[in-house]
């Protein structure tokens, strides 16, 4: 795992309330950072994510970032947003103020240091369209980019697997999968580790 050159958690994020987040909060939970719109074919999502957020809050905050970079689908303002986004959805995770996420000279800090390989260690994939993932570890490192039709709960049946696959036992993901069910898997040596995600592999495919 590639340590980044700059720390995720010394970039400030202004919320759509105006405050600040305080990254002291998110420190030891992975972080899930969703590029998001209100008028887009995968704008359901923010139900699976809020669903996600909710059964696994003790180890997972998701943070929307509204952006208009595609196809102008996020028009609304902040305050629009947020109740858009609370009415239909029950959204309680935090949204940023609305951003470019886009590679240019407007980028949001926190993406220029999720789509910059000098900054986050490895990774120059910006986002292809709305609602695109980025999980971070409980040690501020970027571990994964997914694309936007990957996601637990969607009508696709994709979903998102937890595997207790470190030393310590700590819970860590190895990804999103295509498949119809939440696994939650625990275990509790290195070979039983090590079979299951064989199982997985064998059992899942890549998106």
């Known amino acids: 795992m590639v340590t980044p050159a700059k720390s995720i958690y010394k970039i400030p994020i ?16 992975k972080l899930l950072l969703v590029n998001t719109a209100s ?25 929307a970032f509204p952006s208009n970079d595609f196809k102008e689908q996020e028009k609304g303002n902040d305050e629009t947003i947020l ?18 996420v886009l590679k240019d000279a407007g980028q949001h800090p926190a993406y220029q240091w999720l789509t910059h390989k000098n900054m986050n260690g490895w990774n120059d994939q910006e986002p292809k369209w709305n609602f695109c993932k980025y999980l971070i570890n409980e040690e501020g490192i970027l571990t994964h980019y997914f694309d936007p039709d990957v996601v637990r709960g969607s ?19 190895i990804g999103f999968y295509h498949g119809f069910s939440f696994y939650y898997t625990q275990c509790n040596t290195y070979d039983s580790r090590k079979s299951k995600l064989k199982q997985l592999e064998d059992d899942f495919s890549y998106p």
């Not at 202004?14 to 939970?29: F, I, M, P, R, T």
């Not at 008028?39 to 180890?59: F, I, M, R, S």
């Not at 696709?156 to 819970?171: D, P, V």
């Open 83 to 100: 109740k858009f986004c609370q009415v239909n959805f029950g959204v309680n995770f935090p949204l940023t103020k609305k951003c470019r």
């Open 155 to 173: 009508s696709m049946g994709l979903h998102f697997k937890f595997f207790n696959f470190s030393e310590s036992n700590s819970i860590a993901p």
């Open 39 to 63: 008028d887009c074919g995968y704008t359901a999502q923010y139900k699976e994510l809020q669903q996600l957020q909710d059964e696994y809050a003790n180890h997972l905050h998701i943070i």
């Open 14 to 29: 202004l919320l759509n309330n105006g405050s600040v987040l305080q990254w002291e909060d998110l420190k030891g939970k």
